[in-house]
């Protein structure tokens, strides 16, 4: 019995130790920034979602989308009849918000969430608003293809690190 417990630890040991990744897997400190944006495109792609009402998915969301690190802003879903919106109330932003262009995770938020039609932010002395008629008009095809087009949410992001 007890040979069999440890014999079955030693399976789970090596087990996990082949899931863990080496110093050579992670990319280097030199990685091209087309990497970092793979990677956000990637999480955007990956916590999508078709309401606003999903909290976890929409929290998710802002911080791939680049609003800034948790903890640094408060949420405020309109979930209970159009038009749906995000609030994205800064507490503490690293810099004034006038100084700052919300338009391309504003627009990544409209993408990846379908039936959001407003993201607002707000902040100490400043207030921003994007529509998802707006980012549509400003893009030049639906917004809404960010969330339903892979390549064209990677190129997206690729050109807001450009």
């Given at each position: 019995?007890?040979?069999?417990v ?6 789970g ?16 400190p ?26 976890s ?21 309109w ?13 503490d ?6 100084a ?26 400043s ?36």
């Amino acid at each position: 019995m007890v040979r069999n417990v440890v014999a079955s630890l030693a399976v789970g040991v090596v087990a996990l130790a082949g899931c863990t990744s080496s110093p050579a897997d992670a990319p280097s400190p030199g990685a091209s920034g087309s990497v970092a944006a793979d990677d956000r495109a990637q999480a955007l792609w990956a916590d999508r979602t078709a309401y606003v009402g999903d909290n976890s998915k929409v929290i998710a969301l802002v911080g791939d989308a680049g609003f800034g690190p948790a903890g640094s802003y408060t949420l405020s879903l309109w979930t209970t009849r159009p038009p749906y919106a995000v609030t994205i109330a800064v507490t503490d932003p690293a810099k004034p918000l006038d100084a700052t262009d919300l338009t391309g995770p504003a627009t990544l938020l409209l993408g990846t969430v379908t039936n959001l039609d407003a993201v607002h932010v707000t902040g100490p002395g400043s207030t921003f608003s994007l529509t998802a008629r707006e980012a549509t008009a400003t893009l030049g095809h639906d917004v809404k293809t960010l969330g339903t087009d892979r390549a064209a949410l990677a190129d997206y992001v690729r050109s807001l690190d450009d």
